[in-house]
C-alpha cells in the first residue's frame, strides 16, 4: 500500500544542528508523525527537544 495507508508509518526524520537557525526548523518538525532525531555536538542544545518527544543521538552517524 501506498503513502497514508494503516500500513505505511512514515520513517522518523533526523536533523542535525541546533543552532540558531536549526533549532526554529527542528521545532517544526517535533510533530512529524515518525519521531524526530536530533544531533548537535552541544549534548545542552538537544536537552530542549528530548523533553518534548524527540531522540537524542550521540554522533549524526
Do not use: K, Y
Not at 522518523?12 to 533549532?23: E, K, S, T
Not at 512529524?32 to 524527540?54: I, K, N, Y
Request: charged share 15%.
Amino acid at each position: 500500500m501506498g503513502p497514508g495507508s494503516p500500513e505505511h508509518s512514515p520513517a522518523p526524520v533526523g536533523f542535525i544542528g541546533l543552532g540558531n537557525m536549526g533549532a526554529p526548523i527542528a521545532r517544526r518538525l517535533l510533530s512529524w508523525p515518525g519521531g524526530l532525531v536530533v544531533c548537535d555536538v552541544r549534548p545542552e542544545a538537544a536537552e530542549p527537544f528530548v523533553s518534548e518527544g524527540a531522540t537524542a543521538a550521540a554522533t549524526p552517524a
